[in-house]
C-alpha cells in the first residue's frame, strides 16, 4: 500500500515565485465570492423583492447580528470583514468536495488570516489608548511582564492559524489513510474470487469515505471558519 500526503504542489513558477494550488485556489474562491454578490445583489427592489434578494439581505443579516452581538453596536463596521473572512474560510474548506486541495489546509492561508487580526487587534488599540497608552499596556500590571506581554500578543494569532490549519490538514491525512487502507482491504478480500474484473473494485472505499468527507469536510469546515471569526472579534474587541 503506497500512501502519499504532502503540501500544496508548484503548479507553475513565475520567475522567482513559486504559484502553488492554495494560490490557484484561493484566486477561484475569490472569483466565485465576487461572482456570487454581483448575482445576489442585481436588481435589488425596496418592494416586491426577489427570492435572492431575500437571501441577500438573510446573509447580511446574519453577518451583522454576529458582529453586533460579540463585538458590540459600535464595531458594527466589523461586520462586512467578518462575513467576507466565514464566507472564504468555509468556500476554502468546502472546496475538497470539488476535488480541489481545501486553501485552509494550507498553514500559509491561516497564518495570513491571524496576521490581519493581529494588525487589527494593535491598530484597535492604538485607536483607542493613543500610541502611548498601546506601548504602556505592554508593561502592565507590573514592568517585568513586558516580555510575556509581547509573547502573548504574538501567540494570539499563531495559536489561531496552527488550529484551523490543524483541523483541516488532520481530515486530509486520516482520510487518505483509510481511504488506502479500506482499498488495500477490498483487494485482499475480493482476491479470493476468482475474477479478475470484480478483483479490481474498491468496494469498501464505497460508503465510509463519504461519510467522512461529510464530517472533515461540511462540519469541521464550519465549525473551524466560525471558531476564527469568534476568535478575531473577541481579540478585537476586547481591547480596553
Not at 184 to 205: G, K, M, Y
Not at 214 to 229: E, N, P, R, S, V
Request: aromatic share 10%.
Amino acid at each position: 500500500m503506497n500512501i502519499s500526503v504532502s503540501g500544496p504542489k508548484i503548479l507553475f513558477e513565475w520567475g522567482s515565485f513559486h504559484i502553488t494550488e492554495t494560490v490557484v485556489n484561493g484566486w477561484i474562491i475569490m472569483a466565485v465570492i465576487v461572482l456570487l454578490c454581483i448575482w445576489l445583489t442585481h436588481g435589488l427592489k425596496l418592494r416586491n423583492p426577489s427570492k435572492k434578494q431575500i437571501v441577500a439581505e438573510k446573509l447580511v443579516m446574519m453577518a451583522t447580528n454576529m458582529v453586533r452581538d460579540t463585538m458590540g453596536e459600535k464595531y458594527i463596521g466589523f461586520a462586512p470583514y467578518i462575513g467576507t473572512l466565514f464566507a472564504f474560510s468555509v468556500l476554502g474548506s468546502l472546496s475538497s468536495l470539488l476535488g480541489m486541495r481545501p486553501m485552509t489546509g494550507d498553514l500559509n492561508t491561516t497564518l495570513g488570516w491571524a496576521l490581519v487580526t493581529f494588525v487589527l487587534v494593535q491598530g484597535n488599540n492604538i485607536r483607542i489608548n493613543g500610541l502611548g497608552g498601546w506601548l504602556k499596556s505592554f508593561v502592565q500590571p507590573v514592568a517585568v511582564m513586558l516580555p510575556m506581554n509581547i509573547i502573548g500578543e504574538i501567540a494570539n494569532p499563531i495559536s489561531m492559524a496552527f488550529r484551523h490549519f490543524g483541523n483541516i490538514a488532520s481530515g486530509i491525512v486520516i482520510s487518505t489513510l483509510i481511504y488506502s487502507a479500506l482499498g488495500a482491504l477490498s483487494s485482499t478480500i475480493l482476491s479470493f474470487i476468482p475474477v479478475e474484473f470484480i478483483n479490481s473494485i474498491p468496494i469498501l472505499q464505497v460508503g465510509l469515505p463519504a461519510m467522512l468527507s461529510i464530517y472533515f469536510d461540511l462540519f469541521t469546515g464550519f465549525l473551524q471558519a466560525y471558531i476564527f471569526c469568534m476568535l478575531t472579534m473577541s481579540f478585537v474587541s476586547g481591547v480596553e
